[in-house]
């Protein structure tokens, strides 16, 4: 008894350590980094229900807007496929590698389903521990992968799941029982319902094939699959069974006179097939950067090209409406009338990643902000609500941005992989600024403040592994490029000497002349995330790295690090800024917060957020003194107008 109580305990005490989680909400749309799985709901017009690594969501509209519903049911397990009951409404399955989950109320909340799921013994303790798993089935042992799910639609109706121990199914008693261990078959790695044969067919790991009779539960052998390792199995009513392997896709029609016999056809002999989807409407396939879809009835492959190169998760149709096809990526979700052209729903800032915010400056009342796959955002009332300018840019990463005024009024975008863009006032609409820039990365841009002085672009260009530093005494016309030691990441330009130029790369700081085109290494070789001179004393250029901020006041002979590196033990620092009006105050960003200090870097302190913003970059306002933008990575634009002792979250224009 005491053994018993002792293993209770400890049983007790594990579990209290391995289901924390956070109390922090989060935020009301689903990072588009996060996304795991989305479903269309077979019950609800135009609803979609989505798991992402911070929760379950549901949208109402086609994916246009979102509603959270509910946190995972366990964050260190976030639910990665989502199956919804295909005769019992708001019903949905959940599960992972290790869990099954069940939702009765559309998701809004989820209780375990696995009681059972788990190998027993015979042993005295093992019997103990089943008891004690039946009554908690979330403290049983996670000794069991769960490879699938899967609901007969006819017959007696029962719930399957593929799992590493065999084949189970859920019987009255709402209980997992075993109909099938690996023993025999090995693990079940692919399940799918054939309502039409009253039939589950079963894929192992071994490339054995088997079908369940729903009447009986009898077991009927097929002949291995001959074509390579299965990685994902599918049921189509027009083509039967369709199968992806290693070697390519195949379809077999399971006959009704004998169930025992499967004959299997090529649809398309491929190895580099990454994904298969299927629906009553189309088949699609993922093949390195294409999306291929077919017709089931008649099988003849086209080719629709997505705006954007990402990792398709997803593709499904609207029950509500037919021509209506919604993906889900790496990069978001995008929807589709014509299977030809692919949009997003309009993202609002607050949802975005923000890179870069400049002032404009012609018009400073008017700022712009860079984002990572939403392009471009326009604010014309001090940065209080925003709206998108992405005519030619759509879904483009920026990472920096440049506004000049001379010989035209233009505004530079420098893009992650897709070169350098400009857009001129008032019709902003942005056309590729050079084609030597393209398909490279800018990675820093600089102006020309006077005719003496060039403007410069950094370009990194993945094709050749080589840094460029172009150059134009022409605002932009004509390009000559420079090849660099090193990935340059930030340029500043020296006042008293137009042809000079500090050169930050992840290598160290370099002096760059562009009378004799020729550069200099300094003796600091960290690697640098961004540079910048004072604005009030010229010889002071703070430097931020990998490894916190640094300074030299003497052109590059010696370096001081800064307090703040080990008073908050900084690492690496993604932006900073100086205050308009007080030559003492720096702020900076590191880790996602801001620091500031108002003695020229003497001492700092950490300026305090409402909530859980992390802050990516910060620009003073060139006109008011006391306001303060800053990028965060989750929340778009957060802004004060009191130095920073009030914080409010910019908007999508329209909606102040």
């Not at 509603?67 to 964050?75: A, E, G, V």
């Not at 300094?522 to 931020?544: A, H, M, P, R, Y």
């Not at 300074?551 to 993604?574: A, R, V």
Request: proline share 6%; hydrophobic share 35%.
């Amino acid at each position: 008894m005491k053994q018993i109580s002792t293993f209770l305990l400890l049983v007790l005490l594990l579990h209290g350590c391995s289901f924390s989680s956070s109390n922090v909400r989060p935020f009301k749309n689903p990072h588009l980094d996060s996304i795991l799985t989305f479903q269309m709901d077979p019950w609800g017009e135009n609803e979609i229900l989505l798991s992402a690594l911070d929760g379950i969501y549901l949208s109402t509209d086609n994916s246009h807007t979102w509603r959270f519903l509910s946190k995972q049911p366990n964050i260190n397990h976030p639910i990665e496929f989502l199956y919804p009951h295909p005769y019992k409404k708001n019903t949905w399955f959940g599960y992972n590698s290790n869990h099954v989950y069940i939702s009765r109320n559309d998701g809004n909340t989820w209780k375990p389903y696995q009681k059972g799921l788990y190998s027993s013994t015979e042993t005295g303790l093992h019997r103990v521990k089943d008891c004690i798993y039946k009554m908690f089935p979330t403290l049983q042992p996670q000794n069991i992968a769960v490879f699938d799910i899967a609901v007969a639609q006819a017959g007696t109706r029962y719930v399957f799941c593929g799992s590493s121990k065999g084949l189970y199914y859920m019987d009255s008693s709402q209980q997992w029982k075993l109909l099938l261990p690996t023993l025999e078959y090995g693990e079940i790695i692919h399940i799918v319902d054939i309502p039409e044969k009253e039939l589950l067919f079963c894929v192992t790991s071994q490339r054995k094939l088997f079908g369940v009779l729903y009447e009986d539960l009898r077991i009927i052998p097929y002949a291995s699959f001959p074509y390579g390792p299965i990685k994902q199995l599918h049921y189509s009513p027009q083509q039967g069974l369709i199968i992806l392997s290693d070697t390519g896709i195949y379809s077999s029609d399971v006959s009704s006179s004998d169930p025992s016999i499967l004959t299997m056809s090529p649809m398309y002999i491929d190895e580099n097939i990454d994904m298969l989807y299927s629906n009553n409407q189309k088949i699609w396939i993922t093949k390195e950067d294409q999306l291929l879809f077919s017709d089931p009835y008649e099988i003849e492959w086209n080719t629709t090209n997505l705006p954007i190169s990402t990792r398709v998760l997803s593709i499904q149709y609207s029950p509500t409406n037919a021509l209506t096809f919604i993906l889900s990526s790496t990069q978001g979700i995008f929807y589709s009338y014509d299977l030809q052209k692919w949009v997003a729903p309009e993202t609002s800032i607050q949802d975005c990643n923000v890179t870069s915010i400049v002032q404009d400056v012609v018009i400073p009342t008017t700022l712009y902000c860079a984002t990572l796959n939403h392009g471009v955002y326009q604010s014309i009332d001090h940065g209080i609500t925003w709206s998108t300018m992405n005519e030619g840019i759509e879904f483009k990463s920026i990472d920096c941005l440049l506004s000049i005024h001379e010989p035209f009024h233009t505004l530079y975008a420098g893009t992650l992989q897709d070169g350098l863009y400009s857009a001129y006032y008032p019709d902003h609409q942005w056309s590729i600024q050079n084609a030597v820039f393209e398909k490279g990365t800018i990675t820093a841009l600089s102006p020309s403040n006077n005719d003496e002085q060039p403007m410069l672009v950094g370009i990194w260009d993945p094709a050749t592994e080589q840094s460029l530093l172009y150059y134009s005494f022409n605002s932009g016309l004509q390009w000559y490029p420079v090849i660099f030691p090193s990935r340059i990441t930030s340029i500043q330009g020296f006042d008293s000497n137009p042809s000079m130029f500090w050169i930050g790369t992840n290598h160290g700081l370099y002096l760059w002349d562009a009378n004799t085109l020729s550069y200099e290494p300094t003796i600091f070789t960290k690697s640098i995330t961004v540079i910048q001179k004072d604005d009030w004393d010229e010889k002071n250029l703070f430097i931020g790295t990998l490894q916190g901020l640094y300074k030299t006041n003497n052109k590059g002979e010696t370096f001081q690090e800064m307090s703040c590196n080990y008073q908050y033990n900084l690492g690496k620092i993604d932006d900073f800024s100086f205050h308009v009006v007080e030559p003492h105050t720096i702020m900076v960003v590191s880790a996602g917060q801001i620091f500031q200090s108002i003695n020229k870097g003497e001492t700092w302190k950490p300026i305090p957020l409402p909530i859980e913003y992390f802050v990516t970059v910060i620009y003073h306002d060139a006109v008011d003194p006391n306001t303060l933008y800053a990028g965060t990575k989750d929340h778009g634009v957060i802004y004060t107008i009191d130095s920073g002792n009030h914080w409010k979250i910019s908007n999508n224009f329209g909606n102040p």
